[in-house]
């Protein structure tokens, strides 16, 4: 006990030695405190996005892969044509013990038997004037997240043959959420949907210029889609179906690869995670990531250097130190023990002051910094961002189409980081106090008296 | 008369030096009685009492304290416990003030005192130091003052030798006298062991016993040093004045 009392009144004793060191911690707390909030912080997000980007799988044509193994895109006289995924088989593939979630976007082209589509062209040959689309997927519900779509009237789809129509349409047919319609699928197959919803949809006004000069088309008016269920859709028939797969866990991509050739998928699609899109979003923050961390382990080693360097200047005060107590009779671990807590309550002063200085300067010192990196990485040739070659039904993870850096980085210290810098500080101290452990352990106190006669 | 420290045949050499600085030395120490031990400059008094203080070992003999070889005692302990010293440059912590440099020295020591601040207070006082002067910090202190809190220190802990390395070298005559009174008193009326390196004949006058350091030999010069009888010193190579 007195060992601490002792090593505490120490630190007040030895002012001039003490401050220099105290200091010297404080940067270095400072600076190694804000890069791990800093990277924690990062840490978190670049672990959330890569488990998000890691398990979202794209099915592609690999064009080079197909010509190679001599199929031609366009079946030519002598080549067989590419293999296409049917509808079939994207519900085969989602159906895996290594999906987590499968996200289907299927349309079949459809006709109205007496109902009128916006935009009808007189055409007793024209065949089909509608899409009828089922999904289970995000994006379809996007539309309606980000408010181009809205249900007005009635409510969303829920059971199977309802379906929700747009507002034009309604109103060209006086048609009321209860009603039914009825569509055509193919020649002739007729089929009764509910109408539970009407919806509101603003996706063709960005688009209405351009719709002037074109050809009146009722194919081309979104307000001619019926929306219905996945459920609905299958039990149809779905001509085109894009599907998006979120694996359970991101390892399991070869299994599910090899499940997937398995089931018959052509060697000639690559199966792969979005890594353009995870780079595009996460890399400023990793490169961020980087940067701080070489700077902290710069400081760090700087700091040690700095930290050895005065210990040893000030080695000639300690030694004596050393002596005197240990010719009274203390024993060498209980100086060691008192040279450490002295620098540990110094670090630990330290510690809270450093702290609270970089729980405030962390927020904007990362706000900079990822600034620079998105900077950089707008400037850099953008050479690897994929370009998906669709042809006909494709899957694809909706990421990297609207994949956008992480700009913003709310930094907060965490658990995880409190310890880490707390850990990194006692570290401080004891480098801070090893040359006085060196000196207890090699020194002996009769030195002293023959230094001082 | 009970025995306190025995040397047994002890040499000394210092690691990396061939001189024996001190060779085949016996000579027993009592309880109960005040040792003057004298000689030149260099020749070896320090090194004999870094010896029997537990400070280092010898190279060849021994050193025996209450019958036990300090070579083979736990010396941490022996120096907290049972030995008091007070070294020729003191050894004080400099930055310390005064008061905590006996409170620190008594709680290695392991005194079992409930008022140790108290009591150190007063050992200052025994020793002439007033709590002003014993509140500030040893580099505030002048020579004599620091040299007395020396004192102070190596009696702070009640110990059965005390070991002074010439204590009075910056003391004036009045407070020689008091320190010497001091070290009579523990000695004869606590049973303790006093040795003295000392060049002053006052100090050597206050002993029960002289003994002469001279090239590493510590002869027994007299019972009850009286002044003057250089030339019995001189034979035995003991001597009052230290060469500059
Ligand atoms: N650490 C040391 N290493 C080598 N020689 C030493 C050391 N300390 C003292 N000496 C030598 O030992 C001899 C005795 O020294 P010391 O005991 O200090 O003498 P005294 O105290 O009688 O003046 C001297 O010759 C001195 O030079
Ligand atoms: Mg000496």
Request: net charge neutral; proline share 3%.
């Amino acid at each position: 006990m007195y060992i601490i009392t002792n090593a505490l009144k120490n630190l007040g004793r030895n002012k001039g030695r003490n401050f220099l060191i105290g200091i010297i911690l404080l940067v270095i707390i400072v600076a190694t405190a804000i890069a791990i909030i800093i990277n924690s912080t990062a840490s978190s997000i670049i672990d959330d996005y890569k488990g998000r980007f890691g398990s979202e799988v794209s099915l592609n044509l690999d064009y080079d892969k197909a010509i190679n193994e001599g199929n031609f895109v366009d079946s030519g006289e002598n080549g067989k044509g590419v293999e296409e995924i049917t509808p079939k088989q994207y519900f085969e593939f989602g159906d895996s013990k290594y999906i987590k979630e499968a996200q289907y976007n299927a349309s079949s082209m459809i006709n109205f038997k007496d109902l009128k589509p916006v935009d009808d062209v007189d055409d007793p040959d024209l065949m089909v004037r509608g899409y009828l689309i089922g999904s289970n997927a995000k994006n379809i519900s996007d539309d309606f997240k980000k408010e181009a779509r809205k249900i007005i009237d009635g409510a969303m789809y829920r059971q199977e043959n309802e379906c929700i129509v747009s507002q034009q349409f309604a109103e060209l047919n006086k048609l009321k959420p209860g009603d039914e319609i009825e569509i055509i699928l193919g020649k002739d197959r007729v089929h009764k949907l509910k109408i539970s919803g009407i919806f509101e949809d603003n996706t063709m006004v960005s688009g209405g210029d351009a719709a002037q000069f074109m050809e009146k088309n009722p194919m081309l008016n979104r307000n001619n889609e019926i929306l219905t269920g996945l459920d609905t859709i299958k039990k149809l028939g779905a001509e085109n179906v894009t599907a998006a797969f979120s694996l359970k866990n991101p390892d399991d991509l070869k299994a599910f690869t090899a499940q997937l050739q398995k089931k018959g998928l052509p060697s000639y699609y690559k199966v792969a995670t979005d890594e353009a899109g995870y780079k595009a979003v996460v890399g400023p923050v990793e490169n961020m990531k980087k940067v701080t961390t070489t700077f902290m382990i710069v400081v760090l080693i700087l700091g040690a250097i700095i930290l050895l360097l005065i210990s040893t200047l000030a080695i000639r005060e300690r030694k004596y130190e050393i002596g005197v107590l240990r010719a009274m009779g203390m024993k060498k671990g209980k100086v060691g023990i008192g040279f450490v807590t002295e620098m540990i309550a110094l670090t630990f002063a330290c510690l809270i002051i450093g702290l609270s200085v970089s729980a405030f300067a962390s927020q904007p010192i990362a706000d900079s910094l990822l600034k620079n990196q998105i900077q950089i990485a707008e400037e850099a040739p953008t050479g690897n961002t994929v370009s998906h070659l669709d042809f006909g039904a494709s899957a694809g993870a909706p990421a990297s189409d609207d994949a956008k850096p992480l700009s913003e980085l709310s930094v907060h210290l965490d658990f995880d980081a409190a310890i880490q810098i707390i850990l990194i500080a006692i570290m401080l101290a004891i480098v801070s106090s090893i040359m006085g452990i060196v000196y207890i352990t090699r020194y002996e106190p009769m030195k002293i008296l023959s230094e001082r006669n | 008369m009970k025995k306190a420290l025995i040397l047994e045949k002890t040499t000394y050499t210092y690691p990396g030096t061939k001189k024996k600085v001190l060779s085949n030395v016996n000579a027993t120490f009592d309880k109960g009685k005040m040792y003057a031990v004298m000689g030149k400059s260099g020749a070896g008094k320090t090194t004999l009492l870094s010896l029997v203080s537990g400070l280092d070992t010898a190279t060849e003999g021994r050193v025996l304290y209450d019958g036990q070889d300090l070579s083979k005692l736990n010396r941490d302990h022996y120096r907290a416990r049972s030995v008091g010293v007070i070294f020729q440059g003191y050894n004080l912590l400099n930055n310390a003030t005064a008061i905590d440099n006996i409170v620190l020295s008594m709680n290695i020591s392991g005194v079992k005192c409930k008022k140790k601040k108290a009591k150190a207070y007063e050992l200052l006082a025994n020793v002439g130091i007033d709590k002003e002067t014993a509140d500030r910090p040893i580099l505030k202190l002048s020579g004599g003052e620091q040299q007395r809190v020396g004192i102070a220190r190596a009696l702070a802990h009640n110990p059965d030798v005390v070991i002074a390395d010439e204590p009075s070298g910056n003391l004036d005559a009045e407070t020689e006298k008091n320190i010497m009174q001091i070290f009579q008193d523990i000695a004869h009326n606590e049973d303790k062991c006093v040795i003295i390196v000392t060049h002053s004949k006052n100090v050597a006058e206050c002993a029960d016993e002289v003994w002469g350091l001279n090239k590493g030999n510590l002869t027994f010069v007299k019972e009850k040093y009286v002044f003057p009888h250089a030339h019995e010193l001189e034979e035995k190579g003991a001597t009052s004045k230290e060469p500059a």
